[in-house]
């Protein structure tokens, strides 16, 4: 019989229940009135005498082994499923809440609002559906004219007149069809692009805008604005250099480099060992664009801007993939900690 109830005492230890119902069974099974623990209580009856002071011992321990581990689970399972507060213990340490953080693009934009606005403009905003006029025309694009092949559109519907604007100028043309100068104003926002996908082109992305229009604005305050917002984004020690180029709404049209911010104009792969990174397109608004939009080019001027914000992004944070901000993988995006 010792043997027996050793063989039990193995069993009730190595047992693990599946759920409330399996226990309960366990319960039956071992400490139930015609369970395992009675019948053997029975069965002590007939152990001889002089056997009968261990075997009591074991048959005790066995009891209170059953007991035990029924009253362990039970305690277990309560504290797993009841809501009513009565079981629940409090001196438990509750399970952390994640923070989220934002979007390293909502990031750069924010900075990028906060520098130009402290110089006084204020901020825009444009349809994302646009029309040919607000897109193209108005913005000197004249029709067929390969200029637009710059950007490849998507269009809405097989409508050519309803696009996803490929560009945040657009919002300049609304700008100026709606207010009288002086204008100060940057327009952050989504572009679309019918483009293959790589480390350096999405189809979607995002830009923002930058105008100025007033009398006697001149290159000269062009230079300074941007001068002043690449030290305030990427520096104190940053250079600029502003290189022609064309753009249809803008003349003369610059594109704009600063000295890469990684090695400081040495030479690294960043800027492919020449020392500076390009960052915008720029330029004097073109008189065409003032008058498309009822401004008065012979009193008025203006200067433009636009930049993408994945790109300053890449540069100020060293991502060297695009696809990264667009694929919401936690464990990149924890990466941004930002005050903004
Ligand atoms: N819209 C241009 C683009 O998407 C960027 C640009 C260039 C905007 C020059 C401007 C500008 O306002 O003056 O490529």
Not at 50 to 59: F, S
Not at 108 to 114: A, C, T
Not at 121 to 126: A, T
């Amino acid at each position: 019989m010792q043997d027996k109830i050793k063989k039990i005492v193995k069993e009730i230890e190595g047992y693990r229940p599946a759920n409330e119902d399996d226990l309960e069974q366990f319960r039956i099974k071992y400490l139930g009135k015609k369970g395992v623990v009675n019948d053997l209580f029975v069965e002590f009856k007939n152990v001889a005498p002089e056997n009968r002071k261990e075997t009591g011992m074991l048959l005790n321990q066995l009891k209170n082994k059953a007991e035990e581990k029924f009253e362990l689970y039970k305690k277990e399972l309560v504290k797993n499923s009841d809501f009513s507060g009565e079981n629940r213990d409090l001196t438990l340490s509750s399970s952390e809440l994640e923070l989220g953080s934002r979007h390293p693009i909502s990031i750069v934009r924010n900075e990028i609002i906060q520098i130009f606005s402290r110089l006084g403009f204020n901020i825009s905003e444009g349809p994302e559906v646009e029309d040919d006029w607000h897109n193209f025309t108005a913005l000197n694009f004249p029709e067929e004219h390969p200029a637009r092949d710059m950007q490849d559109t998507f269009f809405v519907q097989k409508n050519p007149d309803i696009a996803l604007r490929t560009h945040t100028s657009s919002v300049q043309v609304r700008v100026m069809e709606n207010t009288k100068p002086p204008i100060k104003t940057i327009s952050p926002g989504r572009v679309f692009r019918n483009e293959a996908i790589s480390a350096r082109a999405h189809c979607i992305f995002h830009q923002i805008e930058g105008l100025y229009v007033d009398k006697n604005v001149s290159f000269a305050d062009l230079k300074q604005t941007l001068l002043y917002f690449a030290k305030e984004m990427f520096g104190e020690k940053t250079e600029i250099r502003l290189r022609p180029s064309f753009f249809p709404f803008t003349e003369p049209s610059a594109e704009m480099d600063i000295s890469c911010n990684i090695c400081g104009g040495k030479g690294c792969n960043v800027c492919k060992y020449n020392g500076w990174v390009e960052i915008l397109g720029c330029g004097m608004v073109d008189p065409n664009v003032l008058e498309n939009c009822k401004i008065d080019s012979k009193k008025y001027t203006g200067f433009a801007f636009g930049m993408g914000i994945e790109r300053i992004a890449m540069l100020k944070y060293q991502i060297k993939d695009l696809r990264l901000f667009f694929e919401n993988d936690v464990r990149f995006l924890k990466q941004f900690k930002s005050a903004l």
